[in-house]
């Protein structure tokens, strides 16, 4: 249980843009291009592998899932289906975009790259992994924050017919069934320019998906093991917001202090953010729960990646219990608030 670190997305593009229209290198042009190809091509249709006898039971299992998490998506929840993940494609690594998000030292504000088709993005993808631990060192250098994460999914937003990709299927089916709504709802509505609007109302719609899908299957004990998930998660959603709230106050630095003793400050409520998620995992009573937040590197660009996808999730819940729960006035609603 990481709570992002491995769920994040990415708008794939973002990538696509920057080498169609000359705004980056032509080392990043090519390798965008050639990315896109090998993540696009040899794409074999789902209900062909299901009935190949050479494919392995527990895929094939898998794959019939998705066909009906579509359905029911494009059915019960109103998402935009078209032909989204109908093809498998398997991939021999762990990511499918390796993505770097930035933050000065002393701020909570993402640094943004413009992107002509889907405005500010607050991340920057790579197909290759050396290459965005470069780009990635090449930030830290110049002295910010960096953060590189993996997606194991991504949206074109419906520009093209997305693959279902083997990263999808590594963990529980309620987790496959809370990408894919997630992906799918970008594909259905994206606001452009606003990275933590998108993630967060992509989180809580696909929740509410998946507790309604469990719900229509009778699948009562695993909703409520899911429901107990989403309870953690608001849970560690509370201490991060409240870590970000002292940096915050922190960074403004009303008394002018030197960044010595600021940097110092700074790591202190780093380091009790990491103590209060260890006494989470021992309230959970779960020894690997949050392991990359307690054990691993945490700075702003981390920090507020992660906020990205949770931090307004409280708002869009609290609409969708004024929508009456019903998947086609949310959308609306939604719709609507940027359109009055």
């Not at 040899?42 to 009935?51: K, V, W």
């Not at 709802?185 to 998946?210: C, P």
């Not at 899908?213 to 917001?241: A, N, S």
């Not at 969708?320 to 608030?337: A, C, F, H, T, V």
Request: proline share 2%; with cysteine; aromatic share 12%.
């Amino acid at each position: 249980m990481q709570f992002i670190s491995k769920l994040s997305s990415f708008s794939l593009l973002a990538v696509l843009a920057l080498g169609f229209t000359g705004c980056s290198t032509a080392k990043y042009y090519s390798h965008a291009a050639v990315g896109h190809l090998q993540l696009t091509a040899g794409q074999a249709p789902i209900h062909e592998l299901i009935q190949d006898q050479k494919v392995e039971r527990e895929l094939k299992r898998q794959l019939q899932l998705v066909i009906e998490l579509r359905e029911f998506a494009e059915t019960k929840l109103n998402l935009e289906v078209g032909r989204a993940y109908s093809k498998y494609k398997h991939l021999d690594r762990s990511a499918a975009v390796w993505v770097v998000y930035a933050a000065p030292a002393f701020s909570l504000e993402l640094k943004s790259w413009n992107y002509p088709i889907i405005g500010k993005y607050q991340s920057k993808g790579f197909f290759k992994k050396a290459m965005a631990m470069d780009y990635a060192g090449g930030l830290k250098d110049k002295g910010f924050d960096v953060y590189l994460g993996e997606a194991t999914a991504y949206s074109t937003l419906g520009w093209f017919n997305d693959p279902l990709l083997s990263t999808f299927l590594e963990d529980s089916d309620e987790q496959l069934a809370e990408v894919l709504f997630h992906e799918l709802t970008h594909r259905t509505y994206y606001l452009k320019g606003d990275t933590m609007f998108n993630e967060s109302f992509a989180t809580a719609f696909a929740r509410q998906g998946v507790k309604l899908w469990l719900k229509e299957k009778g699948e009562f004990e695993k909703l409520t093991k899911y429901q107990d998930t989403i309870k953690r998660e608001d849970e560690f959603r509370g201490v991060l917001q409240q870590t970000k709230s002292k940096l915050e106050i922190i960074y403004k630095n009303a008394d002018d202090t030197p960044e010595d003793i600021l940097q110092k400050r700074k790591q202190q409520f780093i380091q009790t953010f990491k103590t209060n998620c260890l006494n989470l995992r021992k309230k959970w009573n779960s020894k690997k729960a949050l392991k990359g937040w307690i054990e691993g590197e945490v700075n702003n660009a981390k920090l507020e990646a992660s906020s990205a996808y949770l931090s307004k999730v409280p708002y869009f819940t609290k609409l969708w219990m004024q929508s009456g729960e019903d998947p086609k006035k949310y959308l609306e609603l939604i719709r609507n608030l940027n359109n009055p």
